[in-house]
């Protein structure tokens, strides 16, 4: 039995006093509709008091998760906490439940069909609108608890808790099964190779967190998966699925050729970016990529280079159109981000502008 000393005690002590210190909270509680309009006000100007930050993994619940989620709110179950942080502008950072709300948003906008119901199947086929004016008073004034920690916290503090309250759930697990599951030549190319470009790592940064849980890999992956599959994507199938079966394809039929193609295509998409995009490939100095704006940047410029590659030695002026309502539109949707129409909408935007522009 290891003896533990005054001092080392006086020690733990202070620590945990210093700690404690910086995570600085409260607790408030909102109904849905008001923490729905919180969300969707002044969305479009990316303006809203409550966000999703950059670094949040895109709307990935499907439809069932979805319907699950809304029965359990009308049947009276307790629901999980929101936990966001409050930025310096009073604006609130959703660190976790940017599904729940999303989902909250959708059902109340008419965008979200119920299904796969078993407690409530006659609910199954309803939208919102479709329930009674009493039942939609109920559902819109159902209360939700929400923890906030005040501006003083730091990043690091943000990081912490948000890893803490993910650890253990299906948070970003995709890449870490396919590593065992996939296994073969492509899957190598990527984790080996491609994942660990140092200029990659350099113009995607992200926190340790992110990284250990295999977020390059999956970037890398999304890169090769949408810009081998453009312009048709499957529908319905789900980002995800899509991925799984295109590295087990890719296992299978990949070649010399195709590597060595594929790693001039990854490296002149990162060289241009390296040169024309201010941040790489993130939105602002926040260290944190969207995939999807990943997904946007690195497929677009690689068609683009395709149809000119004299591109890839002039400069090209893309901030003003980065920043553009339309842009943002197709990379911040308020849920669906991944169907086929929205993935070719960004794309097309990207590599339409840079073709048009390097023109003018």
């Given at each position: 039995m290891t003896i533990?000393?005054?001092?080392?005690?006086?020690?733990?002590?202070?620590?945990?006093?210093?700690?404690?210190?910086?995570?600085?909270?409260?607790?408030?509680e909102f109904t849905i509709e008001i923490i729905v309009n919180k969300y969707e006000k002044d969305f479009e100007s990316n303006q809203n008091e409550l966000f999703v930050p950059d670094y949040q993994r895109e709307f990935v619940w499907d439809e069932e998760r979805q319907s699950k989620f809304i029965e359990s709110i009308i049947l009276g179950l307790p629901i999980p906490l929101i936990f966001?942080?409050?930025?310096?502008?009073?604006?609130?950072?959703?660190?976790?439940?940017?599904?729940?709300?999303?989902?909250?948003?959708?059902?109340?906008?008419?965008?979200?069909?119920?299904?796969?119901?078993?407690?409530?199947?006659?609910?199954?086929?309803?939208?919102?609108?479709?329930?009674?004016?009493?039942?939609?008073?109920?559902?819109?004034?159902?209360?939700?608890?929400?923890?906030?920690?005040?501006?003083?916290a730091t990043d690091e503090v943000k990081n912490d808790m948000f890893e803490r309250i993910n650890r253990g759930s299906d948070l970003l697990k995709d890449m870490e099964s396919r590593k065992g599951i996939y296994r073969g030549p492509f899957n190598d190319f990527v984790y080996n190779i491609c994942a660990t470009n140092q200029k990659l790592k350099t113009?995607?940064?992200?926190?340790?967190?992110?990284?250990?849980?295999?977020?390059?890999?999956?970037?890398?992956?999304?890169?090769?998966?949408?810009?081998?599959s453009y312009p048709t994507f499957p529908r319905f199938v789900?980002?995800?699925?899509?991925?799984?079966?295109?590295?087990?394809?890719?296992?299978?039929?990949?070649?010399?050729?195709?590597?060595?193609?594929?790693?001039?295509?990854?490296?002149?998409?990162?060289?241009?970016?390296?040169?024309?995009?201010e941040y790489g490939f993130a939105k602002t100095q926040n260290p944190q990529v969207s995939r999807v704006y990943f997904e946007a940047l690195s497929v677009g410029v690689l068609l683009a280079l395709k149809e000119k590659p004299e591109l890839i030695r002039k400069k090209v002026e893309v901030n003003s159109w980065l920043k553009s309502k339309e842009f943002n539109e197709t990379v911040s949707g308020k849920?669906?981000?991944?169907?086929?129409?929205?993935?070719?909408?960004?794309?097309?935007?990207?590599?339409?502008?840079?073709?048009?522009?390097?023109?003018i």
């Open positions: 533990i000393n005054a001092e080392i005690i006086a020690k733990s002590e202070a620590q945990i006093n210093l700690e404690q210190k910086s995570v600085d909270y409260d607790t408030r966001v942080a409050e930025n310096n502008d009073g604006r609130l950072e959703i660190v976790d439940g940017s599904q729940r709300i999303r989902t909250l948003q959708a059902f109340l906008n008419n965008a979200l069909t119920l299904t796969g119901l078993e407690k409530l199947n006659t609910l199954n086929n309803f939208t919102f609108q479709n329930l009674t004016t009493p039942r939609q008073r109920k559902f819109r004034n159902t209360p939700m608890r929400m923890i906030v920690l005040s501006d003083n113009l995607a940064p992200m926190n340790k967190f992110l990284i250990k849980r295999q977020e390059h890999e999956e970037l890398v992956l999304r890169f090769f998966y949408l810009s081998e789900g980002i995800a699925k899509s991925l799984d079966e295109y590295m087990k394809r890719k296992n299978l039929e990949f070649s010399d050729a195709d590597k060595q193609n594929k790693l001039d295509e990854l490296d002149n998409v990162l060289s241009f970016v390296e040169q024309n995009f849920y669906h981000t991944h169907t086929p129409n929205r993935i070719k909408q960004r794309i097309n935007f990207v590599k339409d502008h840079l073709l048009i522009g390097s023109s």
